[in-house]
């Protein structure tokens, strides 16, 4: 059994795909950095491999009562764009990317650390994990935020380098190069595979 897990969080329409409510200020640097084609190659392997995936999508009910009236920070963005809805195409993972029958999807995630307000600890635990590998987005938000509660709860770490993007070149590099090591070991995609045992 691999004690393996990759975790994938918030590939998700409003991202990731045209139309989506906060796919603009996303899309240079989606290109920029291919994170999604380099997920999608690293999802791929990791199947082949046997290594356990799981999906940690963010979603609010409409008119965002787990919010306080007036958030601020990137929660505030969230709600003025109507963005996460539960049930709404924006809040779907994306077609090129959709979990599989035995693939975990993490429900409850409201806002940054996927660990806050989930069972995700639970079911890697349940499933025999100590190795957690992160992308998704944002670079220096969600998965930064994921990979300090993984980092604190004792897993072994990985911070996926070229499975993440941000709003801005600069904030991904800064990432990068001062949060990621401090919480993982930071690699690529294809260094984390061969680093997983089959």
Known sequence: ???????????QNDFLS??????????????????LENTQHLVTQARQKGIKIIWVPIEFAPGYPELSAEPYGILAGVKATNAFQSGSWGAQIIDALRPQDDEIVIAGKRGLCGFASTNLDFVLRQNGISRVAFGGLLTDCCVESSMRTAYELGYDVVGLTDCTATLSQAQHEAA???????????????????????
Do not use: C, K, N, W
Not at 1 to 11: F, K, S
Not at 24 to 31: C, F, H, I, V
């Open 18 to 35: 045209e139309g989506g409510a906060l796919h603009e200020g996303l899309r240079s640097e989606l290109a920029r950095t291919r994170m």
């Open 176 to 198: 990068i190069a001062h949060a990621f090591p401090m919480f993982s070991h930071p690699m690529t995609g294809q260094a984390f595979l061969q680093t997983s045992a089959d």
């Open 1 to 11: 059994m691999t004690r393996t897990a990759l975790v994938l969080i918030e590939y």
